[in-house]
C-alpha cells in the first residue's frame, strides 16, 4: 500500500471494496491523510516519500451488499456485517471527510428525462470556488482549502453564534472527535465557497456535518 499512497501524489487514490483490504494495509493510510508523506524504515536506512492524494474508496454496506436495501432482504448474519465493518478502523474513518450513503437507483429514475445540471455547469461553479481559495491562501504556498492548518482555519472559517451553537450541539449528540472540528469547518467553507458566499452558514455547517455522519446514520 505505501507504494500505491506514493505514486498517488498530486492525484487521486481510488480504492474500491474498501473493506476487502487487509487491516494491515488500511492502517497504513493513516499516516500518510495526516502527514502528507509516507515513511519506509528498512534495514538500510529511512526513506520519506511525498504523498499528498485523494483518497476515494467504495463499499457495500454489507458482505451481501443489502443491508437497509427496500427491495431484497439482507441474508448476513450479525457477526459477518461485526467483521466486515471492523475492517476499517474509527481513525481511518475519522480521516475521511465526506461519508455519503448511495442507496439503489429507481427504475423511474432512470427514466427520467427532465434537465439537470450538466457537467460543464458544475465544472464552471467548482472553477470558481477553486479561484476564491487560490486568491485567499496563496499568500501561504497552499492552493485548496483542505491543505489548511488549524491557524488558518481559525482565520477563515470564524462562525457566528448560531453556527458555533450548531457545531457544539453536533459534537455532543453525534460524539464528533477533535480531528472532527477543522475537517468539517474546511468542507463548510469549501461548501460556502462553491455558493459563492464571503461567510459560512448554519447551512453550510448542517451540510458539512451531515456529509461526514451520514454513513452512520
Do not use: W
Amino acid at each position: 500500500m505505501r507504494a500505491e499512497v506514493t505514486l498517488s501524489h498530486n492525484g487521486v487514490l481510488f480504492l474500491d471494496e474498501f473493506p476487502e483490504f487487509s487491516r494491515a494495509a488500511l492502517e497504513v493510510l493513516r499516516q500518510p491523510l495526516e502527514d502528507h508523506f509516507v515513511s519506509i524504515n528498512r534495514v538500510q536506512g529511512s526513506y520519506v516519500f511525498p504523498s499528498a492524494f485523494l483518497l476515494c474508496c467504495a463499499q457495500n454496506p454489507c458482505p451481501c451488499g443489502y443491508l437497509g436495501d427496500e427491495m431484497k432482504e439482507c441474508t448476513c448474519r450479525p457477526f459477518e456485517m461485526e467483521r466486515y465493518q471492523r475492517k476499517i478502523s474509527g481513525p481511518l474513518l475519522d480521516r475521511i471527510d465526506l461519508q455519503i450513503h448511495v442507496p439503489r437507483v429507481k427504475y423511474e429514475d432512470l427514466r427520467n428525462r427532465s434537465a439537470e445540471e450538466t457537467s460543464a455547469q458544475i465544472r464552471t461553479r467548482v472553477c470558481a470556488a477553486r479561484n476564491i481559495q487560490l486568491k485567499r491562501l496563496k499568500r501561504y504556498g497552499i492552493y485548496c482549502n483542505a491543505a489548511m492548518n488549524h491557524r488558518q482555519v481559525e482565520r477563515f472559517c470564524k462562525l457566528d453564534q448560531n453556527c458555533s451553537a450548531l457545531m457544539e450541539n453536533a459534537f455532543c449528540k453525534l460524539g464528533l472527535s477533535a480531528r472532527s472540528y477543522d475537517r468539517i469547518l474546511k468542507v463548510a467553507r469549501t461548501i460556502a465557497d462553491l455558493a459563492g458566499s464571503d461567510a459560512i452558514l448554519t447551512s453550510h455547517i448542517a451540510e458539512a456535518i451531515q456529509l461526514r455522519t451520514q454513513q452512520n446514520q
